[in-house]
């Protein structure tokens, strides 16, 4: 049976040799970042936090420093209303504090409280536990999964769209 040279090449013929294993990893992360969720926490001082929670504190952590809500919407790719029900929840868990912009008094300014400080910690903890046992305690290739896998956020948050897609990764 001859293949029919007229016929185009389909989605699957023009992969690249890698995006089999691009799609892997990308299919690894989420199901590695499902289970960590489902698994909660062992600690019960511990105050779980939502998908959007998290990313708020991650970035309030990151360089300690307050932050207006419109940065911390544009850094973690929030829209403004869904980071408005965010932030009441992570002050109303103890994990944030509000306060007047100091250099205007009008806006305010968003910093983690020591409360939040301490559960970040305390949830760093627990996910290195579980993955360190998942993964057998080898940490051969670690340094190198760490670097590629900053990499890919890094790159993924500079290509970050405008708006959110509606049809968000199963």
Same mark, same amino acid.
């Given at each position: ?21 691009? &799609?892997?990893? =990308? #299919?690894?992360?989420? %199901? ?11 600690? @019960?001082? /511990? ?52 306060? &007047?912009?100091? =250099? #205007?008094?009008?806006? %305010? ?11 970040? @910690?305390? /949830? ?47």
């Amino acid at each position: 049976m001859t293949k029919n040279p007229s016929r185009r090449p389909s989605r699957r013929d023009r992969r690249s040799a890698g995006e089999d294993s691009w &799609a892997d990893l =990308a #299919d690894l992360a989420l %199901v590695i970042s499902r289970e960590l969720q489902y698994r909660g926490y062992t600690d @019960a001082e /511990a105050v779980g936090l939502t998908q959007s929670e998290g990313m708020v504190m991650r970035y309030l952590l990151k360089d300690e420093s307050a932050a207006a809500p419109s940065q911390i919407a544009a850094a973690t790719g929030l829209q403004r209303t869904n980071l408005s029900t965010t932030l009441r929840g992570l002050e109303h868990k103890g994990l944030i504090q509000r306060q &007047a912009n100091p =250099a #205007d008094g009008r806006g %305010v300014t968003v910093s983690p409280t020591e409360h939040g400080r301490a559960n970040y @910690a305390l /949830a760093r903890h627990e996910w290195a536990t579980a993955v360190g046992e998942a993964a057998g305690h080898d940490d051969t290739h670690l340094d190198a999964t760490l670097t590629l896998l900053t990499a890919v956020r890094d790159g993924l948050v500079n290509a970050r769209p405008q708006s959110p897609s509606r049809h968000p990764p199963a």
